[in-house]
């Protein structure tokens, strides 16, 4: 694997939500090594409890999750913040859930387990294109 120089300090804050606490702690890692500033939340609950006390620059959402599917998130963040860039990172490869997921508002969709490289040069492209745009 392969790190990309890491971001400054004003890279982003990210918000990691799935369902398994392994993969939430080790994206953390990865993504705090790469400069960014990274929460996590397992439910959609949880997740909409701090995107609602914090506006995060990229929401980064698995499918499915303890209490439902990540695209009635993803819905409910793009009315929270119809700007902030949202990308799946799910393990469902078929084509429909990820037209459904770009139906519900996701940016992009990437499916698990993916390169990290692309992880981070996906990250880092919708961060930059966020961070350079008004807020609405």
Not at 7 to 12: F, V
Not at 57 to 69: H, M, Q, S, V
Not at 88 to 94: E, N, R, T, V
Request: charged fraction near 25%; include cysteine; glycine fraction near 6%.
């Amino acid at each position: 694997m392969t790190l990309m120089s890491k971001p400054s300090e004003s890279a982003g804050r990210i918000l990691f939500v799935d369902d398994d606490g392994d993969t939430c702690e080790m994206m953390r890692l990865l993504l705090q090594h790469s400069g960014y500033r990274v929460t996590t939340a397992e439910t959609i609950v949880d997740a909409l409890g701090l995107a609602r006390a914090e506006r995060f620059d990229l929401y980064l959402l698995d499918n499915w999750l303890p209490d439902g599917l990540g695209l009635e998130l993803c819905r409910q963040l793009r009315a929270l913040y119809p700007a902030s860039p949202i990308v799946f990172y799910s393990g469902i490869a078929q084509e429909s859930e990820i037209q459904k997921a770009r139906a519900a508002g996701a940016d992009d969709y990437l499916i698990k387990p993916c390169d990290f490289e692309l992880l981070q040069n996906t990250i880092a492209e919708f961060l930059q294109k966020n961070l350079q745009s008004p807020i609405t």
